[in-house]
């Protein structure tokens, strides 16, 4: 069965420098969710879309910013990278808030 | 608000003995519960899940039950095997299904 996928699998970005994220949710999933998980953390809620229109927003800097496309994947997009901003970050997609399922992530590390 | 506390870690047990993770969650209403799997360097993984009160979700010798008159999700295993060896998340889903409140994941190390 098809899973949520998400690119890159590794980033490695500068200080002040730009990322973009991507998620591909599993086939007729209307709801994309954004997660960060720090080192040895739990993952945090960072922003969601419902039908590409954001659904709900958690503990997202202002320097980060997401959306959901036409054919429903999504992006989020980092700027102006902190040291801080080194995590693992997680897409998940659900259908109407059922099933939901989790990609593998992305694991950003900012140097 | 919706929260979920999880037991501390980190867990050390021997082959074959019986595993407990307590869970337990505050939450408006009556949300989903589910215990999540994160093995070294990967991405979270669904163990099991529980949409209502009563019900009990299973997987992989993995049991946990809706107990909503005392608001908990424990996780149990009869027999743990080393394979079992990672972090453990419970976790709820809010009514509109918008958002999952972690806990802060439990470590288990299986050893032979």
């Known amino acids: 069965a098809a899973g949520v996928i998400q690119s890159p699998r590794h980033l490695i970005k500068e200080k002040r420098e730009t990322a973009t994220l991507k998620c591909y949710p599993i086939p007729r999933h209307d709801t994309v969710y954004w997660y960060q998980q720090g080192p040895g953390q739990d993952p945090q809620f960072l922003i969601s879309?419902?039908?590409?229109?954001?659904?709900d927003k958690g503990s997202i800097p202002d320097r980060f910013s997401a959306q959901q496309f036409s054919d429903y994947h999504s992006e989020l997009n980092m700027s102006s990278l902190e040291l801080g901003d080194s995590a693992l970050y997680f897409c998940?997609?659900?259908?109407?808030?059922?099933?939901?399922?989790f990609g593998s992530g992305t694991r950003l590390t900012v140097v | 608000g919706n929260s979920v506390t999880q037991m501390e870690g980190p867990v050390t047990l021997s082959e074959e003995a019986f595993l407990t993770i307590n869970c337990t969650y505050t939450a408006t209403g009556y949300p989903s519960l589910f215990w999540y799997v994160q093995y070294p360097g990967e991405g979270l993984q669904l163990l099991l899940k529980?949409?209502?009160?009563?019900d009990k979700g299973s997987n992989k010798g993995f049991e946990a039950t809706y107990r909503k008159e005392t608001t908990s999700f424990h996780l149990e295993k009869g027999s743990v095997q080393v394979s079992d060896s990672a972090v453990y998340f419970c976790?709820?889903?809010?009514?509109?299904?918008?958002?999952?409140?972690f806990g802060t994941g439990t470590s288990l190390t299986v050893i032979p």
């Open positions: 976790a709820l889903s809010n009514l509109t299904g918008n958002q999952f409140y």
């Open positions: 879309f419902y039908e590409k229109m954001q659904s």
């Open positions: 529980a949409t209502k009160a009563d």
């Open positions: 998940a997609s659900s259908l109407g808030g059922d099933g939901y399922t």
